[in-house]
């Protein structure tokens, strides 16, 4: 059923780059083999899932949506990408993204656009658009992403689907090409929070392969959200509204539809309290200094040699520094390069202690914001993202008004802390999406109120 529904409607939505019907449906059919033989399987065996691009994967091209990829085949499966396998979960193929994560509209995509399924002039969001696309237009029940500034939680706000990022470390990056690797998290997209439980339990969990993967064991998230029923009490719930994160800047109707979630929580005995973290100010700033700086660390690996692309020089001597130039001349669309080049300029001698340096400092004054808050409150709250869903073209060319859409979703990744987006309401026919943000560690607590205002 999801291989017709691509089928039928991938052609104007554009969310997939690569469709594995003849993989996908052998694996259907061993679930289907294994279950008559009474198989002891996982829950989520036979679930279709699609994967983000930059999701590494065995036999699979794993392109990142960049044009210095293409033709790369993995020899290898990354540590999330095996526990799907593992699980027996058919992979329908790779979904789309700005290229190598960096933008929040899916427009920087070397290879077109994803369309929003609920108004195909509409962005779907980004990084992670075409995982969100497919889900909003039931092409699939469930798909990874990675946030490193809210590549998952945008676009569920953009397309009413449920994205959550775990808390830093929970899940494994090994296999997820980096991006900035103090920021990247892989986490699920889904219609439900549920669903979104289910599918982060699977992934997560200690892997010796990445040394910033936490030893915990992990939570009953599944479980625990089950329990949460629509009428039981939540009384006595502490829910920070955080200041910095509403009103000036966010849409009146973005705005009306928090207001109306935040209200009904204080009628079911909810305690409701303005949480004030000053530094989210500044937070914008700080995350546009170190992912650059990290981006530009992470992307020397594609020099020409490696990975896929490689651009001989038009004229002259064929030496090496020579092929990577002419590589990642070619290779790197503007929004890549652009980072690239700011994150050299940010850590270069002279400069390294004014930029980067006083952006570290920011960053653990979000820190500290985020503990104060947390001694106020047991969750927090604000929008998802300040409008909905952007027209197509509106901000392709305003850098600036893209990287804004990120405000309200990069304090969690500075963090570390987990946060998830539920779909909340319809403005003008388009989604808006409601964020919880948690203490870290704390996911179970972020899914159970998740659960309770969807
Ligand atoms: N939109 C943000 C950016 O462009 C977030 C990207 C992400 O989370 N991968 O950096």
Redesign the pocket.
């Known amino acids: 059923a999801c291989l017709d529904r691509i089928e039928a409607f991938d052609g104007r939505v554009h969310a997939f780059l690569h469709v594995d019907a003849e993989g996908a449906l052998r694996t259907a059919d061993e679930v289907d083999r294994l279950r008559e033989e009474g198989a002891d399987l996982h829950p989520l065996a036979g679930v279709p899932i699609a994967l983000k691009d930059n999701l590494v994967t065995r036999q699979m091209p794993t392109t990142c949506a960049s044009k210095i990829l293409e033709g790369w085949m993995p020899p290898y499966s990354g540590t999330v990408v095996q526990r799907i396998i593992d699980a027996k979960l058919p992979i329908l193929g790779k979904t789309n993204?700005?290229e190598f994560?960096?933008?929040?509209s899916c427009e920087y995509s070397a290879f077109g656009p994803t369309y929003n399924p609920w108004d195909l002039t509409r962005a779907p969001g980004?990084?992670?658009g075409g995982s969100a696309a497919a889900v909003a237009a039931f092409m699939v029940p469930l798909a990874l992403g990675?946030?490193?500034?809210?590549?998952?939680r945008?676009p569920g706000a953009f397309t009413g689907t449920v994205g959550a990022k775990p808390t830093y470390g929970a899940v494994s990056r090994y296999g997820l090409v980096a991006?900035?690797s103090s920021?990247?998290q892989i986490g699920p997209v889904t219609r439900t929070v549920r669903d979104a439980a289910a599918l982060q339990e699977l992934i997560s969990g200690h892997d010796p392969h990445d040394s910033t993967s936490l030893p915990d064991p992990v939570p009953a998230l599944l479980e625990s959200v089950k329990q949460v029923s629509k009428e039981g009490s939540i009384e006595g719930l502490r829910v920070g509204v955080i200041k910095q994160l509403t009103g000036e800047g966010y849409s009146a109707g973005v705005q009306h539809h928090f207001d109306s979630v935040v209200q009904a929580l204080k009628e079911r005995g909810c305690e409701v309290v303005e949480v004030d973290c000053p530094s989210f100010d500044y937070a914008m700033a700080a995350?546009?200094l170190i992912?650059p700086a990290e981006v530009s660390s992470n992307l020397a690996r594609f020099d020409g040699v490696r990975y896929g692309l490689r651009v001989e020089p038009e004229e002259g001597p064929v030496t090496a520094e020579r092929v990577m130039a002419a590589t990642r001349g070619a290779g790197f669309g503007h929004?890549v390069k652009r980072?690239i080049i700011l994150g050299t300029y940010v850590l270069s001698s002279g400069q390294v202690d004014a930029y980067y340096g006083s952006a570290q400092k920011v960053r653990t004054l979000i820190k500290r914001d985020f503990a104060a808050a947390f001694e106020k409150a047991d969750v927090l709250v604000s929008p998802t993202a300040p409008t909905t869903a952007f027209q197509l073209g509106q901000r392709q060319e305003d850098p600036m008004a893209?990287?804004l859409?990120?405000v309200a979703?990069?304090p969690a990744?500075l963090a570390g802390v987990p946060a998830i987006s539920v779909p909340n309401g319809l403005e003008d026919g388009l989604p808006c999406g409601f964020q919880v943000i948690a203490p870290e560690q704390q996911d179970e607590l972020m899914y159970r109120v998740a659960q309770l205002v969807v």
């Open positions: 993204m700005d994560a960096m933008g929040s980004g990084s992670g990675s946030d490193t500034g809210g590549s998952i945008q991006m900035a920021l990247d995350y546009y992912m929004e980072r893209m990287y859409n990120d979703t990069v990744n």
